[in-house]
């Protein structure tokens, strides 16, 4: 599902739910994917996808937080 949406697998996503229909359960688990989103971006040190900003504007901090080192640009 990461490798999906940081693809672009998935435009504009809303929120992540997994379902166990044989337990009966559902949990809301957007908060845990953005956080995890927001690490592949930091580690991959890539820009974010345009689809998953409103994704991970309302699911958290949703941006990383520490800088990648060196800074690029930097004098």
């Known amino acids: 599902m990461i490798a999906d949406l940081l693809e672009g697998q998935y435009s504009d996503p809303v929120r992540v739910v997994a379902i166990n229909t ?12 953005a956080s995890e989103l927001a690490l592949q971006i930091a580690l991959e040190d890539r820009a974010t996808p ?8 309302r699911h ?14 930097a004098a």
């Open 22 to 33: 044989g337990e009966g359960w559902s949990l809301d688990k957007s908060e845990e994917i």
């Open 50 to 57: 345009a689809t998953l900003d409103g994704f991970l504007d």
């Open 60 to 73: 958290g901090s949703g941006r990383p937080v520490q800088l990648t080192l060196p800074l690029r640009g």
